[in-house]
T-cell receptor, first 111, second 108 residues
Framework: EAQVTQNPRYLITVTGKKLTVTCSQN?????MSWYRQDPGLGLRQIYY???????DKGDVPEGYKVSRKEKRNFPLILESPSPNQTSLYFC??????????FGPGTRLTVT | RKEVEQDPGPFNVPEGATVAFNCTYS??????FFWYRQDCRKEPKLLMS???SGNEDGRFTAQLNRASQYISLLIRDSKLSDSATYLC?????????FGAGTRLTVKP
């Protein structure tokens, strides 16, 4: 089954404790992206990757890192999470210029 | 000015009603356009792509006006199951720009 998977789905953590949210897709998509969604603000792009070893900042990259060592995986790293990073996070993938497929989301709470 | 703007909603309509959503975008070089549907706390899912000639999928019709930088979605004969948030999405090459979404509630 074609899909985008994210883990964990829910995470409660404390300020400053490094965490990684994994994202994997099995559709051979070259383009992958991370978004955060907050009430009233819609989806905002954090980082995107156009292919292996190619990543670029989106609209709200501060406090986040990503890597793209393999085509299928695009982890999101929060080196020192803060409460303002409490949000719903979505990973997505696509062929360039085509519709994106989203993972099920990760609900992160930073206390 | 926001790059992709949608009707703020919410739209509350009775079953069977016709409802239209509008979306404007600021980048005239935008290349492709989509409508997504998002249910509460779930991931967005593609509803339909939007083509220059307009396209229809059952009760849903999407229109694109490049000159006015305007996209629309029409839902006919609304069903309870159409209740969701509808997101307008514009592809600017490397970036996908999302509108904030319009909430639709269809009531019996």
């Amino acid at each position: 089954e074609a899909q985008v998977t994210q883990n964990p789905r829910y995470l409660i953590t404390v300020t400053g404790k490094k965490l990684t949210v994994t994202c994997s897709q099995n559709m051979n998509h070259e383009y992958m992206s991370w978004y955060r969604q907050d009430p009233g603000l819609g989806l905002r792009q954090i980082y995107y990757s156009m292919n292996v070893e190619v990543t670029d900042k989106g609209d709200v990259p501060e406090g986040y890192k990503v890597s793209r060592k393999e085509k299928r995986n695009f982890p999101l790293i929060l080196e020192s999470p803060s409460p303002n990073q409490t949000s719903l996070y979505f990973c997505a993938s696509s062929f360039q210029g085509y519709e994106q497929y989203f993972g099920p989301g990760t609900r992160l709470t930073v206390t | 000015r926001k790059e992709v703007e949608q009707d703020p909603g919410p739209f509350n309509v009775p079953e069977g009603a016709t409802v239209a959503f509008n979306c404007t975008y600021s980048n005239s070089a935008s290349q492709s356009f989509f409508w997504y549907r998002q249910d509460c706390r779930k991931e967005p899912k593609l509803l339909m792509s939007v083509y220059s000639s307009g396209n229809e999928d059952g009760r849903f019709t999407a229109q694109l006006n490049r000159a006015s930088q305007y996209i629309s979605l029409l839902i006919r004969d609304s069903k309870l199951s159409d209740s969701a948030t509808y997101l307008c999405v514009v592809n600017e090459g490397n970036d996908m720009r999302f509108g904030a979404g319009t909430r639709l509630t269809v009531k019996p």
